[in-house]
């Protein structure tokens, strides 16, 4: 018997890897599911997978949300379907190289797919969430938010832009009925790496995790009422105590005089 349904989750990104591991996941535990992603076929498929698995509804919206048009479908759809409570904003692109050696215009779009598409779709879920009081954002950005390497720049820079992005609408929402997440996954064993300029085997041995097991430990922190969750940190307390110390240095952030090693 088919249990109640606990609400519709969007999930952007929904065909393959961490995307159809939360679709798969989330109406595993009764939510009705919409993916969301480019390639229709794919789509059709991983739908009927899902809705055979779970019994759940699964309906699909074909969208490129790398472009304007694609990206105000999902806004649409996050604006008018009111049985929407929870989005996985998961969908974003790669990129590995040297910043002197990228072009501008491959630059250009992963910024508009990790940043600009990201945060319309963050806004759209966040007003409608807002509206109606309830509601659960979950962002996807990279341990490489934190872990910065030299190829790396432009990509590392999108994902701790989640992060900060995150973080605020957290404060937003803190007397609200609408929860906010951030996940910091590492290395998954996804199609996420073809042609990023990272090839799968070149990451070293143990780093890389499976992107199921990567969802239901991303899931376990969002019961446990996480802010930032990643993944394979061994003890929480390590990014406590990097958030304290980012917390202790604001009352020197801004203030009239410069510091005395500045001085002439």
């Known amino acids: 018997m088919t249990s109640p349904t606990k609400g519709t989750a969007l999930i952007t990104g929904a065909t393959g890897g961490l995307g159809a591991a ?7 535990r009764g939510h009705d599911i919409i993916l969301v992603a480019r390639d229709q076929a794919r789509l059709d ?12 509804s699964v309906t699909v919206l074909s969208a490129d949300l790398g472009t304007l048009d694609g990206v105000r479908a999902v806004e649409a759809r996050l604006a008018d379907d009111v049985s929407i409570d929870t989005l996985v904003n998961n969908a974003g692109g790669a990129l590995f190289a040297p910043l002197r050696a990228t072009d501008p215009d491959v630059l250009e779009s992963l910024v508009t797919l990790n ?16 509206d109606r009081d309830n509601g659960t954002i979950i962002n996807i950005a990279s341990a490489l938010a934190l872990n910065i390497i030299p190829v790396g720049a432009a990509y590392s820079a999108t994902k701790a832009y989640v992060l900060a992005f995150t973080q605020g609408i957290a404060q937003e929402f803190a007397d609200s009925n609408v929860t906010v997440q951030v996940v910091l996954p590492g290395g998954l064993r996804t199609d996420f790496w073809n042609g990023s300029g990272i090839e799968l085997d070149q990451l070293p041995a143990g780093s ?3 992107p199921e097991i990567a969802a239901e430990a991303a899931l376990a922190g969002l019961d446990a009422g ?25 009352p020197t952030l801004s203030l009239a005089t410069p510091a005395d090693r500045y001085a002439k």
């Open 22 to 28: 939360y679709a798969q996941l989330l109406a595993a």
């Open 45 to 56: 498929s991983a739908a009927a997978k899902i809705a055979s698995a779970s019994g759940r």
């Open 115 to 130: 940043v600009t598409s990201f945060t319309r779709i963050a806004a759209a879920a966040a007003k409608a969430f807002a």
């Open 208 to 210: 890389v995790m499976e």
């Open 226 to 250: 996480e802010l930032v969750t990643i993944p394979s940190l061994p003890d929480y307390a390590g990014w406590e105590k990097l958030e304290a110390a980012r917390l202790a240095l604001i």
